[in-house]
Structures are given as C-alpha cells and as structure tokens.
C-alpha cells in the first residue's frame, strides 16, 4: 500500500514537470459594457466628471434620491408624493449630466475644424505627430486644451505614442476625436503620403455637418423646450401644493398613489416621444 502511494506521488511528480513544458495559452476575455453604460461614462467625460465613473455616478445619484425621500417625507408626510420627488431628483441627475454633454458636444463640433487645421499645418511645417498634438496645449482652441496638456505630460512620462493617445481618446469621448486619433496613429504606424489630404476633407466635412446642424437645432428648439415646459409643469403644481399639507391628504390614498404613478408615467412616454421625434440624431463612438 505504501509502495503504491509513493508511487502515485511519483507519477503525479513526473506529470507536473512534463505538463510545465507545454505553457497554457492565456485567454484574453476581454469584458464589453453595456451600450447604455458606455454612453453614460462618455457623457459624464464630456460634462467634466474624469474621476466618476458610471456606477459611482449611479450610487451618487440613488444616495440623493434616499436624501430627498426622507426629506420630502419630513416635510409632506405624504409617501407617494414623496416618492415622486425622489425619483425627479434622480432622474433630474441624470438629465443635468446629458445636459451638459450635450451642450459641450455642441460646442465642440465648432472648434474640432480648428484642431485638424493646426494638425495639418504642424505636418506640413514637418513636426512630428507627437510634437503636432503636443502643441495643441499651448495653441489649440481653448476649449481642448487642458486634454492636450495632459496627452503631452502622458507621452513626456512614457514615451508610448499608442498609449497616449489611447488615454487622450477617453478623456476627449467624442466621435470626430476617435476618428482623428485612429487616422493619426495609422499614419504614425504604416505611414503614408494621403495624411494631409485626409484631414482637409475631414476639416471641410466637420465644417459642412456643423452648419447644417446649426440651422437645424435653431428651427427644432422650440420643439424640445414645448416638451420640456410640457413636462415640468404638472410637477411644478404638485411642488406648490406640497406647501400646503391639507391638500395632500388626497394622495395619501391608494387611488392618489395610482393617479401619481399613471401622471408619472404619461409624463415620461410623452417626453421621450417628444425629445425622439425633434431631436437630432446623435453620432456614436465606433472607434473606441
């Protein structure tokens, strides 16, 4: 029996050692986010928030939306009601972020016709692409220039052109971006003599979408703030009538809870139609 055991240890020994010579292929499995998180990473990037990530924002925003349930409770001794006001704060969180994103994106599709401009005549000027963007710091629109400042301190620490761009890819999460930064690192790796006329056309193509936009946006605004008075202003009745608590007695019953929840969810299937039926369609990342 012993004989057998030392055998067995022996065996699974001579095993190990075999079994080392033959390394495991390492299995990449690499972890796609949702879409929908993916376009709140990107906006929150967009309205300034670098450090928070999604699911941080999501837990802010449900801690605040706790903070106003109990507060509204305190005050109307109305639970529904104050259920209501809970789930505007959290939504109205979410709203403020996409607001600015928005408004950022808007105003960045303006100014990207200027950094292809600058990066063209850096190239011509014979600068080397590095150098191109690094100088954007200093002489790009003012609206970029802190991302650019941070991809030169980057490629100054490491040295690691790809990487760096990589980073300044994440920090800039636009569209027009992605696709610059994807042409500028081909042009670095395989090189090639049709670099500055690919950033003419995407220079006169950014400027044609930009105008076209704009004549668009000014005709469909009316529309999207129609929708947005629409929407606030029965909230905005039940936010004066919270000053008064005799009124509120009404929404204490189960039949108040079911108007609430019916109001809440017509205001919100009809602000959504709304905002898709006027707004324009929006450019997504397909070069991340």
């Known amino acids: 029996m012993e004989g057998a055991l030392w055998g067995l240890v022996l065996g699974l020994g001579l095993a190990s050692v075999w079994w080392s010579f033959w390394p495991r292929e390492t299995v990449v499995v690499t972890r796609r986010r949702h879409r929908r998180v993916q376009q709140l990473a990107d906006d929150l990037a967009l309205a300034g928030l670098h450090g928070t990530g999604p699911w941080t924002f999501v837990g802010l ?137 690919v950033l003419r ?29 629409a929407m606030a202003a029965p909230w905005a009745v039940l936010l004066l009538l919270a000053t008064r608590g005799t009124t509120l007695d009404a929404y204490s019953s189960p039949t108040g809870a079911a108007v609430l929840l019916v109001g809440g969810g017509v205001t919100v299937v009809a602000y959504r139609l709304m905002i898709a039926i006027g707004r324009l369609p929006e450019e997504q990342r397909v070069l991340r």
């Open 201 to 229: 056309t995407l220079s006169a193509f950014l400027r044609e979408d930009a105008r076209a936009r704009a004549e668009l946006e000014a005709r469909q605004s009316w529309t999207v703030n129609a929708a947005r008075l």
């Open 61 to 197: 925003v449900m801690l605040l939306s706790l903070v106003v349930l109990v507060l509204a409770y305190a005050v109307t001794r109305v639970l529904p009601v104050s259920l209501c006001f809970a789930v505007m704060a959290g939504w109205g969180s979410f709203a403020v972020v996409g607001a600015r994103a928005r408004s950022r994106r808007s105003r960045l599709r303006d100014v990207w016709p200027d950094v292809v401009d600058h990066v063209l005549s850096a190239v011509r000027a014979g600068l080397a692409l590095p150098e191109a963007l690094v100088q954007l710091g200093e002489r790009g629109p003012v609206e970029l220039r802190p991302q650019f400042i941070d991809f030169g301190d980057d490629y100054r620490a490491s040295g690691r052109f790809s990487e760096a761009l990589d980073r300044l890819k994440d920090r800039l999460s636009d569209p027009v971006a992605d696709r610059l930064i994807e042409a500028l690192r081909i042009a670095r790796d395989v090189g090639g003599t049709d670099l500055g006329r």
